[in-house]
């Protein structure tokens, strides 16, 4: 199968149901199908060539889903921008997927403007707010340009710019061909993180996505039976930003197979708004990330939010703390379920099984099909309990990365197995325990200390909210321990190194611990460790204390 054949036949089958929900603006499956269709249409109109790569730069609104279905529909490959990288990051993503066409939000234009030089891009497709809402939309959109004033004015030189309603009706207006792609076809380049430098783009394949949509949907059976509750569809939370690989195979992908309605949510920063939103829609899957978890409780309208229809909530694209899930628990009576996966692998490797009643500490089993080896420095297989570098291999893992053919072996070892980056063991169960990043962990005069446990230790007290630890060269061990949090209460370094010393051997324990009023973090909510280390500016011994630059708060843009 392939994705076309998997959302054209959703959309015939769920077509009465809502598909979409956002800013009260409601689209049923049908009407999914009828604005993609012709957004398709007016896309292979452009005479684009077959494997033209198709940027969509984009929040969470009804226009992204529609647009992801889209590119793939009109048979050209999906590259998701995330709107709000830097000029920099944004040139390298457009150029080295070769896009030469983009769907952007208005509110981003001046962004896009500052790269087109540097780019192929030939069309710009550029939306409004509230282009996919009907009435109420061209309400919302009004506000944001004349009232909020967000819109930038931009003269976008040399390409061909078209809005979405006139390219709607242009689309409705041509022919749509259904593609002849083939399962092993190119479907989505999806860029990696790039915490480590430049990111790169793994090219997952018609058949990886559909096989984790499918490995996905049966691992979750138990609570996504295709009923109903209470007479409705069942209702998932995506407050995960779609340009993230977590969103866009699980809240939009598996839940436009099994006829879900996403909730979408276009700002997940705005806590007071999406607090609201919980109180007054019914949400039934709640998947997030471990930040949002402990942003959302530590808000004082947490308190009085009643969330009744909650059957799921699944943590995944970092580590689940204890501290955090325990308190959801405590606060919600629903498990905070773990799972683990990459963009390299579509993303989904392995899961909490949906049957368990507590946090159990690791990621679950792997999913149907996907095998897990634990590598050893000398690359053999490590013995259950051992830690090693996390190997997956299975139908979700992606072809390679693009344009990168020396990196893509590397990647991977002789039998196919591709290489995670991670650190883990493999319990006598079989579940996989995550212990840290490779890059991540540090080491003391030859001593290995992963900083996940370090960071563990540290959430455990009351006055922490969150913590970062990271290694620093030192002359006399190599590498230092250095711990970066954000307190509840003050504390002093006194308090905190006896904590530490209470739980950890002396040589985990920190070295220094610096307080900032916020941790740096991706869209996502991810930790960016590379933002904590010094530059390539400051000397390799520069003080941990030292004031650091501020961090622009993530979709800051379109806060309002």
């Excluded at 969509?56 to 990288?85: K, T």
């Excluded at 309400?139 to 931009?154: E, G, S």
């Excluded at 291999?393 to 344009?403: A, E, F, K, T």
Aim: glycine share 8%.
């Amino acid at each position: 199968m392939t994705l076309v054949k998997l959302l054209e036949d959703a959309f015939e089958a769920h077509r009465a149901q809502p598909a979409l929900r956002c800013m009260g603006s409601t689209l049923t499956y049908q009407q999914l199908n009828k604005h993609s269709e012709a957004l398709a249409a007016y896309l292979q109109g452009l005479g684009l060539e077959t494997g033209s790569r198709v940027a969509v730069m984009l929040p969470n609104l009804p226009q992204h889903p529609i647009s992801i279905a889209a590119v793939l529909r009109a048979g050209f490959i999906l590259v998701e921008v995330n709107p709000l990288l830097t000029p920099r990051e944004l040139a390298h993503q457009i150029k080295d997927s070769g896009a030469t066409a983009v769907i952007v939000l208005e509110n981003f234009l001046d962004r896009l403007e500052q790269v087109l030089p540097q780019t192929d891009l030939r069309l710009v497709i550029q939306t409004a707010v509230g282009d996919a809402m009907g009435i109420r939309g061209r309400l919302i959109t009004a506000l944001v340009r004349h009232v909020k004033r967000q819109v930038p004015k931009v003269d976008l030189k040399g390409v061909r710019v078209a809005r979405w309603p006139l390219a709607m009706r242009l689309g409705q207006t041509h022919p749509y061909t259904r593609p002849s792609c083939q399962p092993e076809d190119l479907a989505v380049l999806q860029y990696t993180g790039g915490t480590t430098g430049w990111t790169k783009g793994a090219m997952l394949t018609h058949a990886n996505l559909v096989a984790n949509i499918e490995q996905a949907s049966v691992f979750l059976r138990p609570v996504l039976q295709p009923g109903v509750a209470g007479g409705q569809p069942l209702v998932m939370l995506c407050a995960l930003p779609l340009f993230h690989i977590f969103a866009l195979t699980v809240c939009f992908l598996m839940g436009t197979r099994l006829g879900l309605q996403n909730l979408l949510v276009p700002n997940p920063k705005d806590l007071p708004a999406l607090i609201k939103l919980l109180g007054r829609e019914p949400v039934h899957l709640f998947p997030g990330v471990n930040s949002l978890f402990l942003a959302l409780m530590n808000h004082p309208g947490w308190k009085t939010l009643k969330m009744p229809h909650l059957r799921l909530c699944l943590g995944g694209g970092m580590a689940v703390t204890r501290a955090v899930a325990e308190a959801w628990q405590r606060d919600t009576g629903r498990p905070l379920l773990e799972g683990y996966g990459l963009s390299e692998t579509s993303p989904v490797v392995a899961a909490t099984p949906v049957a368990c009643e507590h946090f159990m500490g690791h990621v679950g089993l792997p999913l149907e099909g996907t095998e897990i080896r634990i590598l050893t420095e000398d690359g053999h297989g490590a013995a259950s309990g051992e830690v090693g570098e996390i190997a997956v291999r299975g139908p979700q893992v992606m072809r390679g990365y693009w344009g990168r053919p020396r990196e893509t072996r590397a990647a991977f070892t002789s039998d196919g197995f591709f290489k995670t980056g991670d650190l883990g063991c493999l319990l006598a169960d079989g579940s996989l325990q995550i212990v840290d990043r490779k890059k991540d962990m540090i080491i003391v005069s030859g001593f290995n200390v992963y900083s996940a446990e370090v960071e563990r230790q540290i959430n455990l007290h009351p006055n922490v909210l969150e913590s970062a630890v990271i290694g620093l060269p030192d002359p006399v061990t190599g590498e230092r321990v250095v711990a970066y949090l954000v307190q509840r209460e003050p504390l002093t370094s006194n308090e905190l190194d006896r904590h530490c010393r209470e739980r950890l051997a002396a040589y985990k324990c920190p070295k220094a611990f610096v307080m900032l009023e916020s941790l740096p973090k991706s869209a996502v909510g991810k930790i960016l460790k590379r933002d904590l280390r010094p530059s390539s500016s400051q000397p390799a011994d520069a003080d941990p204390a030292a004031p650091l630059p501020q961090i622009e708060a993530p979709f800051e843009d379109i806060k309002k």
